[in-house]
Structure formats: C-alpha cells, structure tokens
C-alpha cells in the first residue's frame, strides 16, 4: 500500500518539477540577456578618466565608479587607495580595477 501511495504522490506532482526546471531555464536565459558589450571609450573621454582618477586620489574624495566586469557593467563607489601605473590598475576599496575597465567616474 505504501508504494502505490508514493508512486501516485510522484506522479501528482511531476508536471510542477517540469516548471521549476523550466524557471531555472528561464532565469538563465534571463542573466545571460543582461550580458552587455563593452562600451568604446573616445581618447578624450579616456583622458578625463585619468584626470578624475587622478584628482580623486589625490583629494581622497569618495567617487562612483562604472565599470565593465565580465560582460556587466557595476556601478562602485569609494575611495581610490592607490594608483599603479606600472599594473595600469588602481585600488579601489581594496580591490583591482584596471584601468580599460573604467567606464565612468563621477
């Protein structure tokens, strides 16, 4: 009696397990939807990243960042801690950035 009363719960509820998978499914296809291209930044807008970097670290001022990370653009904001010019990367709030990551700083 116990088996046919499993079998029958199994069989009830079969047809939801094909949503939940197909919600996974669609979640996936969701996240990948919001995948963006790299924007392509101008030689002069390039030039003003630097600069803002640059008075930023210099004034400590706490700035917002946008950046381009794994085909996502992340807003940040923070402190710039440090400037390698060798690495072409800053740190901010403790983390990497590189500098062809940068988008945006304001």
Not at 43 to 70: G, P, R, S, W
Not at 81 to 102: A, E, L
Request: overall charge positive; some cysteine.
């Amino acid at each position: 009696m116990q088996n046919n009363y499993h079998d029958r719960t199994y069989i009830k509820w079969a047809p939801f397990n094909s949503l939940i998978n197909d919600k996974k499914i669609i979640n996936e296809i969701n996240e990948k939807n919001k995948k963006v291209d790299k924007p392509i930044l101008s030689d002069d807008q390039i030039e003003l990243l630097n600069e803002k970097i640059f008075d930023a670290y210099t004034n400590h001022y706490k700035v917002n960042i946008t950046i381009y990370k794994n085909q996502n653009i992340i807003n940040l904001n923070g402190f710039i801690n440090n400037i390698n010019i060798n690495k072409k990367c800053i740190t901010f709030n403790n983390s990497y950035i590189f500098f062809n990551q940068i988008l945006k700083i304001y």
